[in-house]
């Protein structure tokens, strides 16, 4: 006999109490985005896989060895996304939503996938909330889009939470640092791990993101990054960090934070979470004034981030709200004690499901103490209860399951319920 099926490995059903959490997390970030006026843009799934090779750098882990990709006869190679950024900023292009020096401001929700190594709190299929903002060079639009980030996270109810900050440079200052790092790590080269020693020719700044106990010893004596940072960088740096005092947003300057892709210039930030650690930050980002240009297009400053909703709702069913994780509870639940009772309930229940009223009935006759067990697993508010001596007067017995009051409504008035 064979096996029932299983899911794809690192592919998760999102069942009810999950969902609900997501549900959560989206609506907020859907509040939060209309005070913030940052509209919906939703970037499809499958893209053409150039678009992620040319965005996100041929050199990167994520392009390398993590895409699902499909190639379909001598079509173009399509890839599912890594990630939302890429696919935005085409969006953006291609439908000339930055014209004539237009601020644009988005936020999408969806699912990602990366074929990484499936362990705890790393799926191949996850789920995003992306926030990109294109049009300005901040640094005030850096400070809305981390204040956007962090009345996000509160509003979820999370505390605990420190944002992280960094200025990566720009193409003036940055390579004069990853001159002065490659000299330093050369000299270091056996004490790396493999992937850094491949790092070191491609994008030794990556070295800085490792979490090799070995190299993350080395690189604490590494030239430091912020002593190298041009004027303008700095002044950048400096706006960015007084007007996150002036919104009272703790922050602390990490010099090694880099973060993984190629294309950040300047602001990078991550807002790390207590209960989860340094390594699993909730949400990073930073701003990547080249990639417009990159990728074809004008040359468009952007600065955007990504908060993983799988780590969110990890984070919120740790933090006492087990409320959101209840199943909501109907109004009504539809006790019938009499095969009579069916069609009469069924044109009852259509109209209070048309007036509102949440309504479980699961069409099964039985009795009082029977169906009085089924309102109680459903956690009815009221039930509603069709027996014979009801039928006979075309009225309905409604018991409150709380106050245990009961009245007798009639049937043809549904707004009376
Ligand atoms: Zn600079
Ligand atoms: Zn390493």
């Not at 001598?74 to 000339?96: F, H, K, Q, W, Y």
């Not at 947003?249 to 892709?261: A, E, M, P, S």
Request: proline share 6%; aromatic share 8%; hydrophobic share 40%.
């Amino acid at each position: 006999m064979s096996l029932p099926p299983t899911a794809v490995r690192g592919f998760k059903d999102i069942l009810p109490e999950q969902a609900r959490l997501f549900r959560f997390i989206e609506e907020t970030a859907r509040v939060v985005a209309e005070r913030f006026n940052y509209q919906e843009l939703c970037p499809p799934i499958l893209e053409k896989t150039e678009l992620f090779t040319r965005g996100i750098g041929e050199d990167t882990d994520i392009v390398e060895k993590e895409m699902y990709t499909i190639v379909e006869g001598s079509a173009d190679s399509l890839s599912l996304r890594p990630e939302a950024t890429a696919g935005m900023v085409r969006a953006l292009i291609e439908n000339n939503l930055a014209q004539g020096g237009k601020i644009a401001k988005f936020f999408c929700l969806g699912p990602m996938f990366r074929r990484e190594r499936p362990q705890k709190g790393r799926l191949r299929q996850f789920h995003q909330l992306d926030v990109e903002v294109f049009g300005t060079p901040g640094p005030y639009i850096d400070a809305e889009v981390i204040d956007f980030l962090h009345t996000f996270l509160t509003k979820l109810g999370l505390n605990d939470l420190s944002v992280v900050l960094n200025s990566l440079g720009c193409p003036d200052c940055r390579p004069l640092f990853r001159k002065a790092l490659s000299a330093f790590l050369e000299q270091k080269r056996p004490a790396l791990c493999l992937d850094c020693q491949r790092r070191l020719e491609r994008n030794p700044l990556r070295i800085l993101d490792c979490k090799n106990p070995s190299c993350c010893a080395l690189t604490l004596q590494a030239p430091s990054l912020s002593s190298f940072r041009c004027l303008k960088c700095q002044e950048h740096f400096d706006g960015l960090q007084d007007s996150l005092k002036a919104l009272n947003i703790n922050f602390v300057v990490d010099d090694k934070l880099v973060r993984g892709l190629d294309y950040y210039t300047r602001t990078a930030f991550e807002v790390q979470s207590g209960q989860l650690g340094a390594q699993n930050a909730a949400a990073g980002g930073g701003r990547y004034d080249g990639l417009c240009l990159k990728l074809g297009g004008p040359d468009i400053p952007a600065i955007g981030f990504a908060s993983g909703l799988e780590r969110l709702a990890m984070l919120i069913e740790q933090s006492n709200q087990s409320f959101l994780l209840a199943p909501p509870s109907p109004d009504y639940y539809i006790a019938l004690l009499v095969q009579e009772a069916l069609a009469p309930a069924m044109i009852l229940v259509q109209k209070l499901r048309a007036l509102g009223q949440k309504i479980s009935c699961d069409w099964e006759v039985g009795s009082l103490k029977s169906r009085l067990r089924q309102a109680d697993k459903a956690k009815a508010s009221k039930i509603l209860i069709l027996g014979p001596d009801e039928l006979a007067q075309g009225l309905a017995t409604v018991r409150d399951l709380n106050t245990k009051e009961q009245v007798c409504i009639p049937i043809n008035q549904p707004d009376l319920f």
